[in-house]
């Protein structure tokens, strides 16, 4: 089931601005800057944030509006300071960047103990994602075939692991042929066009 844009726009604001104002964050940085912060400036003043907009494109930087505090990183390249930040968010950036498990290493990094990571994306194979995949030239394409090669692998491995939980439940209640013995097994699939992945720092 796929759900209007501006509901999937509603959730993503909604979360961000929980984490914010619940989980005592002071430091927030938001990856991917251009015209449109996920956070407005009402918002950052009212709870007295230190929010900092980051992109390796100095013309995306140029687009931040004014007030906002910018910092010129490539995260496929570049680590942020190391537990800088309490809550770290993209929206719409994840599926362009060519190098998806070199970030995902550097995000973790930047975050404080109990910091959160919250990333807003298209999935494989959604419509969003499928409009990037038809542009072979591009950077974003590149960057969404990266992390659709990663999702595979991990989805792989998940289910090899699942099988092996599965055959392990099997033979502890051998001699079981109900079936409901099985059920650990059973998965469950995201269909829709995006998706918002939460990634706390134990």
């Known amino acids: 089931m ?29 990856i991917g800057a251009g015209a449109n912060p996920s956070m407005s400036r009402a918002f950052i003043e009212l709870h007295s944030l230190d929010y900092v907009r980051v992109d390796k494109s100095d013309n995306e930087l140029a687009l931040a509006p004014a ?10 390249a570049d680590g942020l300071d190391s537990g800088a930040f309490d809550l770290v968010l993209s929206r719409f ?19 404080s103990a109990g910091g959160r990571a919250v990333h ?10 499928l409009s990037i995949a038809s542009f072979p030239s591009s950077s974003a394409s590149r960057g969404y075939c990266a992390c659709s090669r990663l999702a595979r692998r991990r989805g792989r491995a998940r289910s090899s692991q ?9 033979q502890k209640v051998s001699g079981d042929a109900s079936p409901t013995s099985d059920r650990s097994s059973t998965t469950t699939s995201n ?7 939460i990634a706390p720092r134990l």
Request: charged share 20%.
């Open 2 to 30: 796929y759900k209007p844009f501006e509901a999937i726009q509603a959730d993503y604001s909604h979360l961000i601005y929980s984490i914010a104002a619940e989980h005592g964050v002071t430091r927030v940085c938001e």
């Open 67 to 76: 007030g906002y505090k910018t910092r010129r990183v490539d995260l496929t």
């Open 93 to 111: 950036v994840a599926e362009h960047i060519p190098a998806p498990e070199q970030f995902h290493r550097n995000v973790p990094g930047a975050l």
């Open 120 to 129: 807003l994306f298209s999935t494989l194979y959604g419509l969003p994602g």
């Open 162 to 170: 699942r099988d092996t939980a599965g055959a392990a439940g099997r």
């Open 191 to 197: 269909t829709s066009a995006t998706r918002t992945s």
